[in-house]
């Protein structure tokens, strides 16, 4: 029994304190004629406009084949579906016509009905794509106004993996930074939440 509630002891402890980091390799290609830029604090990402619109628009076809399963079906659903297959249409248009240097934080897009409040900041949809873009290598990275070609990763546990309380298990889980030279200013911030 004691060494039961030793193992655990140990298993808590190093998942306590456990870190982990990696680096992720950035694009060295040469930048392409239209690219849109994406700003948070001291970094600027650049990524082609093309390739956004060519994704908005795979993703409307894929909404627009839900909207006609779900129209006669269930009306609450088929205006979900309209409302954002509507949202990606004008995106992917708007990008069509989007000069080089376009801001990208102006697009709306999200999922669900529309919603005055999710207009103004909810940027989910399209920061979860820059952040793929740039874990893959296809994102140019400007980091106070230099461009550079790798970032650092890094998760660690929240609360410092305090178990002290339901509350600290309910929400125990990993913060997850991807920054340049300081984990503190980061172009990406998440945090996952592992729960019971």
């Known amino acids: ?113 529309e919603n005055p409040n999710r207009n103004l900041e909810d940027f989910r949809i399209l920061e979860s794509y820059v952040k793929n873009r740039v874990e893959q290598g296809k994102a140019i990275v400007m980091y106070k106004n230099e461009r550079i070609y790798t970032l650092c990763g890094n998760y660690e546990m929240s609360n410092q993996g305090r178990v002290e309380t339901v509350q600290d298990i309910l929400n125990r889980g990993y913060e997850i930074r991807i920054f340049y030279d300081e984990p503190d200013n980061y172009l990406f911030f998440e945090v996952q939440i592992l729960g019971w």
């Open 1 to 113: 029994m004691k060494l039961l509630f030793l193992s655990l002891f140990l298993v808590i402890t190093c998942n306590a304190f456990s870190q982990s980091q990696w680096e992720i390799e950035l694009s060295h290609e040469a930048p392409v004629p239209r690219m849109g830029k994406w700003i948070r604090g001291d970094y600027t990402v650049f990524i082609s406009l093309d390739t956004l619109c060519m994704h908005f628009r795979s993703c409307e076809q894929s909404i627009t084949r839900s909207l006609e399963y779900y129209k006669d079906q269930d009306s609450s659903l088929a205006n979900y579906f309209r409302a954002t297959q509507n949202r990606y249409g004008t995106a992917a248009t708007i990008l069509e016509q989007a000069a080089n240097g376009f801001d990208l934080k102006t697009l709306r897009i999200y999922e669900g009905i």
